[in-house]
């Protein structure tokens, strides 16, 4: 296993597109999450997933933001409308459980023109 | 989660050790501590995490005061590719799966002098 991958690197749109992001978690974990991070700022929580149950979300997440992970493997983080303040570095994270660290992807680099 | 307070940066020698402090002070029984570390451009990278014993790995060493109000990460001889942005974060395992975000602050920048 190579680690979290994120498909795309970079994604650059104008504003109201619709994006979509992919992430891969390593496979035995069955825990994964979605954060966002802007210049000089540390990753913010966006929301998370046990399997295929999304178990939290954070109030980052509006309405225009939909996640998902289908068969509990793979998941795809959706921006509708998009505006320039979702532009930041979108990562993806997954663990086995809570008792261990989690492994981060390299993230997904979003401009809105 | 839990606040930690981190000094906005530090500034260390090459091949010496480095010491990164992190204070938290409102810590509750079923917190983890969580070291994490972000080199520029890459997703962040986990480190180290303890509950209450020193813990050593590979990568550092983490040292948690006896009342787990303060750690620091121990950095036995850095190299300049350690230069990053380390993240103190206190993760609750107590939850039972709710609440389950990693909440980063701001971290320290270290900078790794040759």
């Known amino acids: 296993d190579t680690g979290v991958s994120q498909d795309p690197r970079h994604k650059i749109t104008k504003r109201g597109q619709n994006v979509t992001f992919r992430c891969d978690p390593i496979s035995e974990h069955n825990r994964l999450y979605w954060y966002r991070q802007t210049l000089g700022q540390g990753p913010e929580f966006l929301t998370y997933f046990q399997n295929e149950a999304q178990l939290e979300k954070s109030r980052l997440l509006s309405d225009r933001f939909s996640a998902e992970r289908p068969k509990g493997s793979f998941s795809t983080l959706e921006i509708q409308r998009t505006e320039q303040g979702d532009s930041a570095m979108y990562l993806c994270?997954?663990?086995?459980?809570?008792?261990?660290?989690?492994?981060f992807g390299p993230g997904t680099r979003l401009t809105v023109l | 989660d839990a606040k930690t307070t981190q000094p906005n940066s530090m500034e260390s020698n090459e091949e010496e050790p480095v010491h990164l402090p992190c204070n938290h002070s409102t810590i509750s029984g079923t917190d983890y501590i969580h070291w994490y570390r972000q080199l520029p451009s890459q997703g962040p990278e986990y480190v180290i995490h303890?509950?209450?014993s020193n813990v050593n790995n590979r990568m550092a060493s983490l040292a948690i005061a006896e009342d787990r109000k303060s750690s620091t990460l121990i950095l036995h001889r850095a190299t300049l590719r350690d230069a990053a942005v380390y993240y103190c974060i206190l993760r609750d395992v107590g939850t039972g799966g709710g609440a389950d975000g990693l909440t980063f602050g701001k971290g320290t920048h270290l900078i790794i002098q040759p």
């Open positions: 994270a997954s663990s086995y459980g809570t008792g261990q660290g989690c492994d």
């Open positions: 303890g509950l209450t």
